[in-house]
């Protein structure tokens, strides 16, 4: 069973709270005990099989298009909860960098230009979380190129980059 980093961090913390109380005891200082308790659990769910998502709008975005909110592209991922545990609710969450002119857009590297991801055609604002109704829930996810109000969208390849996450609430 693979460990999520978060259970390896508390058991990094557990390890070192170990070593620190015996050393603060016999250097004759006060104290406090810390008691450190970790629950293993099984993983939530493994996204697009450990591969990058890419997401490629091509070479050919007419910038009229992208004013108009008419350039959307469908992220195409697995996902596999299969063996998540039934009694914990899971979260699906997108984080990254805001645009500069709506935090709620995933930032691109064109300042004017943000990326807004949509989970079954309802917006899901960059860096909050999205209940999953079951470990067979998959999300159908859009990302639709959007245009800083009153800005001119300057030509040109863009990038941008973000992490999907799936975990429990």
């Excluded at 697009?48 to 298009?65: A, H, L, P, Q, S």
């Excluded at 857009?105 to 917006?123: F, R, V």
């Excluded at 159908?140 to 959007?146: F, K, P, S, V």
Aim: aromatic share 4%; charged share 20%.
């Amino acid at each position: 069973m693979k460990l999520s980093p978060w259970i390896l961090w508390l058991c990094f913390i557990a390890v070192c709270a170990m070593e620190v109380i015996p050393q603060a005891r016999a250097s004759g200082n006060n104290t406090a005990v810390i008691n450190v308790t970790v629950t293993v659990t099984k993983d939530s769910c493994i996204i697009n099989e450990n591969r990058m998502i890419d997401v490629d709008f091509g070479n050919n975005v007419v910038v009229t298009d992208v004013a108009a909110g008419l350039v959307h592209k469908t992220i195409d991922y697995t996902l596999d909860c299969g063996d998540s545990d039934p009694d914990k609710t899971l979260v699906l969450g997108i984080s990254g960098a805001g645009a500069e002119f709506d935090d709620t857009l995933l930032g691109a590297s064109i300042p004017e230009l943000g990326i807004e991801i949509q989970a079954n055609g309802t917006k899901l604002p960059l860096n909050e979380k999205l209940v999953l109704s079951g470990p067979t829930d998959k999300p159908e996810l859009e990302a639709i190129l959007r245009q800083a109000p009153g800005s001119h969208l300057p030509t040109g390849e863009f990038t941008a980059g973000a992490t999907m996450t799936v975990s429990y609430q």
